[in-house]
């Protein structure tokens, strides 16, 4: 973690709102120039491994510690030692159920590793896993009522006579508690809400917290968060001691407590539209599942206060251009579009009908079209969110709030379903490697209020159930909203019938996902991508030809993520000039490809996947796999565009004997010098012939060797620039630990093969493969 841990420079903005250490706040007019609006908008987010990943490692361990430590130091963790220790630590129902179902093989068990991954039981009774399905008929007692709100003619604008409207109609929760006693995971969830509801209800409410690039988005979607946890909890008792805390908590963040909120005016921080987004839908949640609890004069506080601080802000980044607030509207295809309108959305729905001014009705008027021709888009064609992986999940949560309560005030989706998203599900599944998320470009900000549970969703919706397989099993499920979007009439494993690759190929993207086993964290994951260096809403590095290798429980050539939103000029643009790539963790310099010169690649770079192939092995119903003899698959692309001075660079990857080997093969041409360089967290110990280089994690090995050509030698570095690189506008962070494993060539035309080769206890010896040409690359060129 301590890779993290160096990277939050911007806490020291955390408490000085609108203070003097905020360089973009104007003293005297309370506003910033635009100009200087479009630079904060763009600065950054705290790194959500800060708050995310320790708060869920305590909440899954508080709950789960049992089952977990029960499996991970034992292979068979149905083995009556694991049982035994898990059940010692359990404490709770859930977690009695939990085990109940491990015990069964019908679990998997959540993780306390540190990549949060959910440790599988290696169970071999293939019986006891089902091929996945709906299986309505015969698990009656937990499947949805059918709806009987289905008007004609649906508008955004005509909602549903009966309340709540917003994702949760009260036909769903008449029998959520009769699912909830008959499904392990709905009733972990439900405890874990009440868990949080009961954590929450003792705790101050939030705090105003500015900071300086990501506004007071941390603080917005906490209040979100809570606001879902205690209407969740006022619903399923019945007992107003939740929604009283709950109005402490909304008269908090209108400023109504003893010492305000934030500044007079525009509180919800417009500027910064996520921050007003957030509360807004918060608002409109609070509003419509504690409906009957509230007072009239509760009511109408709320939507006074709603109306004054985030659906006017909603008015005026439609209709003012003199505003910048609105920028979202146009042409942004990312997340940004995805949660303003969803927010918008979900607040208006709530309110309208009791909203007096018309603002519910005008917004509604504008959002769902604005979403259709923006946010729709997130995906592209093949379902890859293209402001990379870690946006996947603000982008799909803004997106299945705003559809999923569409559909249930009004009756309709309008269209927000399309194929991409149905895609966006697996492309999900696909990139999240064996230790970790392929985590090519910025890995950004907090993820607590936004889950990876809009693949319940979409699983619901569009009738794929291994989605909602295998989310279940994740770390992030326990969520209000799983509570509804589950289907719990699902059944199997999501590995059976899955194949173990994928390749996408939206000319934006294009990336390959293999790997020789969906259940066992200590298999192998091979990611690459090639893909264009622009049109991702700057959230690209400079990576053609980027790839991870994770092996034995590691990720063993890495990325290194986002680098500091709050540095000068990080967002600035995508142009070649930018200063952000000027970064090291965002120039060609600080990604696992060719260097050619010490030059970033070229912004205009469009690659084209040139072969890829698949034995395409589907994993089988057992937890238990390993693929047949000659399982192999291997892509590659022409990332030649990408460079300057190289008239040929293609690079493919694939896998060797049977999928426990990488060989990684460039054929370049170049009139420059160029570098093969590869990021690791690992130790690095290069033979002393410089032929190959033996990486170390935690006493697991990979020997990375290079087999052609025969002049080419390993060098090592830290992860830092070269002196002649130019200085960026801020320092770079540090990246500690992280070594570079480089080989350095003169100008010239080479194949140049580098193979890895995990040493495996127990497991198979490593091979050395022929050397072909990619061209004649196939399914059998390598045995
Ligand atoms: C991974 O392998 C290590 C031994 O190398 C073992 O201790 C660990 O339990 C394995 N993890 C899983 C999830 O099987
Ligand atoms: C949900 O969890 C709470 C807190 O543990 C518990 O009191 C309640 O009985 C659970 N609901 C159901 C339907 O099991
Ligand atoms: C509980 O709170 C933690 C910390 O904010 C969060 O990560 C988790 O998703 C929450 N879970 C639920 C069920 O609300
Ligand atoms: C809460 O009140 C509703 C409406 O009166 C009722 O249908 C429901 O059963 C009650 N729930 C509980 C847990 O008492
Ligand atoms: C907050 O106080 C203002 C001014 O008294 C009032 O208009 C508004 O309705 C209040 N809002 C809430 C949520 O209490
Ligand atoms: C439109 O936005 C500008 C810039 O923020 C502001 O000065 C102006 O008052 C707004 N117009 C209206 C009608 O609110
Ligand atoms: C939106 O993008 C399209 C296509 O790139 C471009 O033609 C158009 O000018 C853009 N519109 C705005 C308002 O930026
Ligand atoms: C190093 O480990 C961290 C997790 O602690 C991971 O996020 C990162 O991607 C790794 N870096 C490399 C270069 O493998
Ligand atoms: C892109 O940003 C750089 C600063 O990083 C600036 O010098 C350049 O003018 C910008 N280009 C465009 C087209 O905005
Ligand atoms: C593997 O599947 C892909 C995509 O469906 C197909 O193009 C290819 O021919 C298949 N290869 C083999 C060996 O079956
Ligand atoms: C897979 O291979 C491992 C190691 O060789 C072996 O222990 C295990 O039984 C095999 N599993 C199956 C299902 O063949
Ligand atoms: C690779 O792309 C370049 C253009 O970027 C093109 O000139 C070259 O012919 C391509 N090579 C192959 C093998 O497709």
Request: glycine share 4%; hydrophobic share 35%; charged share 15%.
């Given at each position: 973690m301590s890779y993290h841990q160096a990277n939050n420079t911007s806490t020291q903005n955390l408490h000085s709102p609108y203070g003097a250490s905020d360089p973009y706040y104007n003293q005297s007019t309370g506003y910033l120039s635009p100009a200087m609006e479009e630079k904060r908008r763009t600065r950054g987010v705290s790194n959500w491994i800060k708050f995310g990943v320790p708060v869920a490692i305590l909440v899954i361990i508080g709950v789960v510690v049992g089952a977990v430590v029960g499996t991970r130091h034992s292979k068979d963790s149905t083995s009556p030692e694991a049982k035994a220790s898990a059940s010692a630590a359990a404490s709770s129902a859930s977690v009695n159920?939990?085990?109940?179902?491990?015990?069964?093989?019908?679990?998997?068990?959540?993780?306390?590793?540190?990549?949060m991954m959910p440790i599988y039981p290696q169970v071999t009774d293939t019986s006891v896993f089902?091929?996945?399905?709906?299986?309505?008929?015969?698990?009656?007692?937990?499947?949805?009522?059918?709806?009987?709100?289905?008007?004609?003619?649906?508008?955004?604008?005509?909602?549903?006579?009966?309340?709540p409207r917003l994702i949760a109609p009260q036909y769903k929760w008449s029998v959520l508690a009769d699912h909830i006693s008959n499904d392990p995971y709905l009733s972990y969830w439900n405890e874990s809400i009440f868990g949080n509801a009961t954590t929450w209800f003792n705790a101050d409410p939030i705090p105003y917290v500015y900071d300086g690039g990501n506004g007071i988005l941390d603080p917005a979607r906490q209040f979100k968060q809570r606001a879902k946890a205690f209407s969740y909890a006022y619903r399923m008792t019945n007992n107003t001691k939740w929604a009283d805390r709950l109005f402490t908590e909304i008269k908090n963040v209108a400023g109504n407590n003893t010492g305000g909120w934030g500044p007079d005016g525009d509180k919800w921080n417009s500027n910064h539209f996520l921050d007003t987004a957030e509360l807004s839908a918060g608002f409109g949640i609070a509003y419509d599942w504690v409906y009957d609890a509230w007072t009239d004069e509760q009511k109408a506080a709320i939507r006074q206060s709603l109306i004054q601080y985030g659906l006017s802000f909603g008015v005026q980044a439609y209709t003012n251009s003199s505003s910048f607030i609105g920028w979202w509207r146009t042409n942004t295809t990312g997340n940004w579009n995805c949660v303003c309108n969803?927010?918008?959305?979900?607040a208006s729905l709530a309110i309208l009908g009791d909203d007096t001014t018309g603002t519910a009705e005008q917004l509604l008027g504008l959002t769902v079209n604005n979403a259709l021709n923006n946010c729709a888009g997130g995906p592209t064609s093949d379902g890859t969110w293209s402001e990379t992986q870690d946006y996947w999940y603000f982008g799909t949560t803004g997106y299945a709030?705003?559809?999923?309560?569409?559909?249930?005030?009004?009756?309709?989706?309008?269209?927000?379903?399309?194929?991409?998203?149905?895609?966006?599900?697996?492309?999900?599944?696909?990139?999240?490697?064996q230790t970790q998320m392929f985590a090519v470009g910025d890995t950004g900000p907090n993820k607590f209020s936004s889950t990876a549970n809009s693949i319940f969703f979409f699983?619901?919706?569009?009738?794929?159930?291994?989605?909602?397989?295998?989310?279940?099993?994740?770390?992030?499920?326990?969520?209000?909203?799983?509570?509804?979007?589950?289907?719990?009439?699902?059944?199997?494993?999501?590995?059976?019938?899955?194949?173990?690759?994928?390749?996408?190929?939206?000319?934006?993207?294009?990336?390959?996902?293999?790997?020789?086993t969906w259940t066992d964290m200590n298999g192998t994951f091979i990611g690459m991508k090639a893909g264009m260096n622009q049109g991702r809403q700057t959230h690209n590095d400079l990576d053609c030809g980027d790839f991870v290798f994770h092996a034995m429980g590691h990720t063993f050539a890495g990325e290194l993520g986002d680098g500091n939103?709050?540095?000068?000029?990080?967002?600035?643009?995508?142009?070649?000039?930018?200063?952000?790539?000027?970064?090291?963790?965002?120039?060609?310099?600080?990604?696992?490809?060719?260097?050619?010169?010490?030059?970033?690649?070229?912004?205009?770079?469009?690659?084209?996947?040139?072969g890829y192939d698949s034995t395409n092995d589907t994993q089988g119903s057992s937890s238990d796999f390993n693929v047949s003899s000659g399982s192999t698959a291997y892509w590659?692309?022409?990332?030649?565009?990408?460079?300057?001075?190289?008239?040929?660079?293609?690079?493919?990857?694939?896998?060797?004997?049977?999928?426990?080997?990488?060989?990684?093969?460039?054929?370049?041409?170049?009139?420059?010098?160029?570098?093969?360089?590869?990021?690791?967290?690992?130790?690095?110990?290069?033979?002393?012939?410089?032929?190959?280089?033996?990486?170390?994690?935690?006493?697991?090995?990979?020997?990375?060797?290079?087999?052609?050509?025969?002049?080419?030698?390993?060098?090592?570095?830290?992860?830092?620039?070269?002196?002649?690189?130019?200085?960026?506008?801020?320092?770079?962070?540090?990246?500690?630990?992280?070594?570079?494993?480089?080989?350095?060539?003169?100008?010239?035309?080479?194949?140049?093969?580098?193979?890895?080769?995990?040493?495996?206890?127990?497991?198979?010896?490593?091979?050395?493969?022929?050397?072909?040409?990619?061209?004649?690359?196939?399914?059998?060129?390598?045995?």
């Open positions: 159920s939990a085990l109940n179902a491990l015990a069964t093989g019908k679990f998997a068990t959540a993780t306390n590793s540190l990549y089902v091929s996945p399905t709906f299986a309505s008929t015969a698990k009656a007692s937990l499947t949805w009522p059918s709806e009987t709100f289905t008007p004609a003619a649906p508008a955004a604008t005509s909602v549903r006579p009966d309340r969803g927010g918008l959305t979900l709030e705003m559809t999923s309560a569409l559909i249930t005030a009004t009756g309709s989706d309008y269209g927000m379903l399309n194929d991409a998203y149905k895609l966006a599900g697996y492309s999900h599944m696909y990139g999240q490697g699983a619901s919706q569009f009738n794929e159930p291994v989605l909602a397989l295998y989310q279940r099993d994740q770390y992030d499920a326990p969520d209000p909203w799983s509570m509804f979007w589950y289907d719990a009439s699902v059944q199997g494993a999501f590995w059976d019938g899955l194949p173990l690759d994928r390749s996408f190929d939206n000319e934006i993207d294009q990336w390959v996902s293999m790997r020789n939103y709050n540095a000068l000029d990080y967002f600035s643009n995508d142009t070649q000039e930018s200063a952000r790539w000027t970064y090291y963790r965002k120039m060609t310099e600080g990604q696992n490809t060719i260097l050619v010169n010490k030059q970033n690649q070229d912004v205009l770079a469009r690659p084209v996947i040139l590659y692309a022409n990332i030649t565009s990408a460079y300057f001075d190289t008239s040929s660079l293609l690079r493919g990857v694939r896998y060797i004997n049977d999928r426990t080997q990488m060989l990684v093969q460039d054929e370049i041409t170049t009139s420059q010098s160029f570098q093969w360089r590869m990021h690791t967290n690992a130790t690095v110990d290069i033979a002393s012939d410089g032929k190959s280089a033996t990486l170390t994690i935690d006493g697991d090995e990979v020997i990375v060797s290079i087999l052609s050509p025969s002049n080419a030698q390993f060098t090592k570095s830290d992860a830092i620039r070269f002196s002649s690189d130019p200085t960026p506008p801020e320092p770079d962070q540090p990246n500690p630990g992280v070594t570079v494993l480089i080989i350095e060539m003169d100008a010239g035309t080479y194949n140049l093969q580098v193979l890895f080769s995990p040493q495996w206890q127990n497991g198979p010896s490593s091979v050395t493969p022929p050397s072909v040409d990619l061209a004649n690359w196939s399914l059998t060129s390598h045995n």
